[in-house]
């Protein structure tokens, strides 16, 4: 073991004076031995060392790289894109995110624009509202979900519907155009999609989808409704000024308040926007 000790010493050494040029080895990132990513960054890109031990369930689909892993401390996780997402330790994510104990979902028609992990739809479920309907482009998600993150979303996903619930697979861009075209209203939408990205302005794909996102939702709403949305850490100051002008775009114009979690799986805290048609405009 002293022998191995000390290789590993003349290793970090040769590494410092190749690579860095100076004698210290604090200026190193730590060399971890596994197969699996133990890193995954904050909301502005700063890298955490995750407790991960096991690599669950992997798969790529035309729309992201799906990964569920476990690690000691928060339970299965999943992981789209190599971001994490929702762990099983992130019910107060979920209930951030709906307002629970200040939003009334009782006999309310509710819609989720995203939310394959199912904890959403789970959770709402509980409230007794009239119906939910669920839209998600990726049905892998929902079956890695259902099979391995069971303690988060229970049974609903076991089937694609239930007494006052649908799960729609499919784009939720083309089905709130058709709701829209139908002249259907709804008490809730549920943007459970995205994060807002990091960016010098508020430009490029992810932006223009945000934004088609925000102006479509708005025209399925009902007078009294309220779009409910995650957008990024608290850490990332610039990209919520971002979405807030884009919120202030918005026509007919929109109020918003805001909450906040700390999230165990992001180990940062998170940021919730509830939006709502401005009635003195």
Same mark, same amino acid.
């Given at each position: 073991?002293?022998?191995?000790?000390?290789?590993?010493?003349?290793?970090?050494?040769?590494?410092?004076?190749?690579?860095?040029?100076?004698?210290?080895?604090?200026?190193?990132?730590?060399?971890?031995?596994?197969?699996?990513?133990?890193?995954?960054?904050?909301?502005?890109?700063?890298?955490?060392?995750?407790?991960?031990?096991?690599?669950?369930?992997?798969?790529?689909?035309?729309?992201?790289?799906?990964?569920?892993?476990?690690?000691?401390?928060?339970?299965?996780?999943?992981?789209?894109?190599?971001?994490?997402?929702?762990?099983?330790?992130?019910?107060?994510?979920?209930?951030?995110?709906?307002?629970?104990?200040?939003?009334?979902?009782?006999?309310?028609?509710?819609?989720?624009?995203?939310?394959?992990?199912?904890?959403?739809?789970?959770?709402?479920?509980?409230?007794?509202?009239?119906?939910?309907?669920?839209?998600? /482009?990726?049905?892998?998600?929902? @079956?890695?979900?259902?099979?391995?993150?069971? %303690?988060?979303? #229970? !049974?609903? *996903?076991?089937?694609?519907?239930?007494?006052?619930?649908?799960?729609?697979?499919?784009?939720?861009?083309?089905?709130?155009?058709?709701?829209?075209?139908?002249?259907?209203?709804?008490?809730?939408?549920?943007?459970?999609?995205?994060?807002?990205?990091?960016?010098?302005?508020?430009?490029?794909?992810?932006?223009?989808?945000?934004?088609?996102?925000?102006?479509?939702?708005?025209? /399925?709403?009902?007078?009294?409704? @309220?779009?409910?949305?995650?957008?990024?850490? %608290?850490?990332? #100051? !610039?990209? *919520?000024?971002?979405?807030?002008?884009?919120?202030?775009?918005?026509?007919?114009?929109?109020?918003?308040?805001?909450?906040?979690?700390?999230?165990?799986?992001?180990?940062?805290?998170?940021?919730?926007?509830?939006?709502?048609?401005?009635?003195?405009?």
């Amino acid at each position: 073991m002293a022998q191995v000790g000390e290789r590993c010493r003349e290793l970090d050494r040769d590494l410092v004076e190749r690579v860095v040029g100076i004698h210290r080895s604090q200026a190193l990132v730590p060399i971890k031995r596994g197969t699996f990513k133990r890193y995954y960054p904050t909301s502005d890109d700063r890298l955490l060392e995750y407790d991960i031990d096991e690599l669950v369930f992997e798969e790529r689909t035309p729309y992201q790289k799906i990964q569920i892993v476990h690690s000691k401390s928060l339970g299965n996780m999943l992981v789209l894109d190599d971001l994490q997402n929702i762990s099983e330790a992130d019910l107060i994510y979920t209930e951030t995110l709906m307002g629970r104990g200040i939003e009334n979902y009782k006999d309310k028609e509710i819609v989720i624009l995203g939310g394959g992990d199912g904890a959403l739809l789970y959770e709402l479920l509980k409230e007794k509202p009239k119906e939910v309907i669920m839209l998600e /482009i990726d049905e892998v998600v929902m @079956k890695a979900c259902a099979k391995h993150m069971r %303690s988060i979303c #229970g !049974d609903v *996903l076991d089937k694609m519907s239930g007494p006052n619930y649908e799960i729609i697979v499919g784009d939720c861009v083309k089905a709130i155009e058709q709701y829209i075209k139908e002249g259907r209203k709804f008490d809730y939408v549920f943007g459970d999609l995205t994060d807002v990205p990091l960016s010098e302005a508020p430009t490029g794909e992810l932006w223009d989808f945000i934004n088609k996102i925000l102006s479509l939702s708005f025209k /399925i709403l009902k007078p009294d409704g @309220k779009f409910m949305t995650h957008v990024i850490g %608290s850490a990332a #100051g !610039d990209a *919520l000024k971002m979405y807030e002008t884009q919120l202030m775009k918005l026509q007919p114009p929109v109020k918003f308040t805001t909450s906040h979690a700390f999230v165990p799986s992001f180990l940062e805290d998170w940021v919730f926007y509830q939006v709502f048609f401005d009635k003195k405009q």
